[in-house]
């Protein structure tokens, strides 16, 4: 997460998980919002980096980046899950 420390990251990234967990009505644990948070922010932020050159910053910017990576992987997972069913 750009410009943040590793520990605000931790809790940016969880309550981004959770917000994207919320509103893409599914079910994780703790644990698993934090990786979709963290992960989800460094797959958006290479996004708006090839796109646009440049990324959000901040705690505000890293939310709202995590928050659309984290449903753009619970939406890539769901997709997998159906193709497979």
């Given at each position: 997460m750009?410009?943040?420390g590793w520990f605000a990251a931790i809790i940016v990234g969880g309550l981004a998980g959770w917000l994207a967990e919320k509103?893409?009505?599914r079910d994780h644990g703790l644990l698993?919002?934090?990786i979709?948070?963290?992960?989800?922010?460094?797959v958006?932020?290479?996004i708006l980096m090839a796109i646009f050159g440049s990324?959000?910053?901040?705690w505000i910017g890293q939310l709202f980046v995590g928050f659309v990576g984290a449903c753009i992987?619970?939406?890539a997972?769901?997709?997998l899950r159906n193709r497979g069913s």
């Open positions: 750009t410009g943040i509103f893409m009505k698993m919002n934090i979709l948070g963290i992960v989800g922010a460094v958006f932020n290479f990324t959000l910053g901040g992987l619970i939406a997972a769901q997709m």
